[in-house]
């Protein structure tokens, strides 16, 4: 959805117990970020895990499915996440 809106400025970040998958804190900036922040809050009250939060059903395209796909990163399973190509060095 930031594409749409030509705003991809932003980040969100997950900060998780390795162990148990539990969700510690929650990082956003960027556009929606006042609207977003609401998801975290709630998974961190509930001691909501990564798991649930990545099972958690968001429609596409919208900002919130940033925390999803943050939650897929840690999985590896991340299908909406921008990579950029690494340059090798000397190049």
Sequence with gaps: ????????????????????ERILGVGLVGPGAGELIAEGVLA??????????????????????????????FFGQATHVYRPKRVAQGQ
């Design 1 to 20: 959805r930031a594409i749409t809106l030509d705003r991809t400025d932003g980040l969100t970040k997950l900060v998780l117990d390795a162990e148990s």
């Design 44 to 73: 961190i009250e509930m001691g909501a895990t990564a798991t649930d939060l990545k099972l958690s059903i968001h429609p596409h395209p919208t900002l919130t499915e940033t925390l999803m796909e943050s939650a897929e990163v």
